[in-house]
């Protein structure tokens, strides 16, 4: 999504045209100043949402069919999807991971009052639908062994 919001032309026009010529930098997309705008606006943001997610799935596709027509394909790829089961986007995968925290946790590492929270479907629910999980509480080196146990069963 950053490429897209740094250098995708219509996706530049179209925000200017929507939230005005100050929201778009040197480097693209002013990522924050949209942020401030859509997080308190629930128009804006579905209007945004309309505007990236279709591009956002038809880079992860083009990635996808990169990687598969490589002389030596990976036999596992890893696409992180922050609102996958908000989109509907879990059928567009073999297996999901979900990766949860508590919520005392997920503030102290995002100190900003999210307004994004409020509107996710609950951890408990993406637990029950994927494939995979673990609460992410613990050390990094715990996180990198659940991910190696998933990766090797995957693995064919």
Known sequence: MH?????DPEVRRALAERFGP???GEAGADRAAIARIVFHDRADLEWLEQLLHPRVIQEQYRWRQELAAAAAPPAVSV??????YETGGEERFDYVVVITAPPELRAARR???DER???LIPDEEKVRRADYSYVNDGTLEELDEFVADVMATLMP
Do not use: A, G, N
Request: net charge negative; glycine share 0%; aromatic share 0%.
């Open 111 to 113: 100190p900003v009052d």
């Open 79 to 84: 696409t992180e999807v922050p609102l996958l």
């Open 117 to 119: 929270e409020r509107r």
């Open 22 to 24: 100050e929201v778009i």
């Open 3 to 7: 490429e897209l919001l740094r250098d």
